[in-house]
């Protein structure tokens, strides 16, 4: 059974890059046909897809984030890494890694990030 994980900082100041790794267990990233989003929850909002990146390493990004957004793998970890540059207090939510991409079916537990000087 696939099961996610997100790590990394829970407090990041404006103008620098978020960065967040979601460890997958239970399946390899490399399976075919395998999609591995990006999702945040801003406060009192809506889910936001971020992107993805998918089982060849090929990514795509919500065109609204797409100048600010990449997503990149270590296969060798069974790992996949959001990179989101010159961030702003209106990036504070919670992030969640998951597979798939129209309808995710499986998500990490989610890891709140907040934008703060």
């Known amino acids: 059974q696939v099961q996610l994980q997100e790590s990394g900082p829970g407090l990041v100041k404006p103008s620098q890059t978020l960065s967040l790794t979601c460890t997958v267990s239970?399946?390899?990233?490399?399976?075919?046909?395998?999609?591995w989003s990006w999702i945040r929850q801003p406060p009192g909002k809506g889910l936001e897809w971020i992107g993805y990146?998918?089982?060849?390493?090929?990514?795509s990004y919500s065109p609204s984030l797409k100048s600010r957004t990449s997503i990149s793998r270590d296969t060798s970890k069974n790992q996949f890494t959001l990179h989101l540059s010159s961030v702003t207090p209106e990036a504070t939510g919670v992030y969640y890694c998951?597979?798939?991409?129209?309808?995710?079916?499986?998500w990490g537990p989610g890891t709140q990030v907040t934008v703060s000087s």
């Open positions: 239970g399946g390899s990233i490399t399976t075919n046909y395998y999609y």
């Open positions: 990146i998918d089982y060849s390493g090929s990514t």
């Open positions: 998951a597979k798939g991409y129209q309808l995710p079916d499986v």
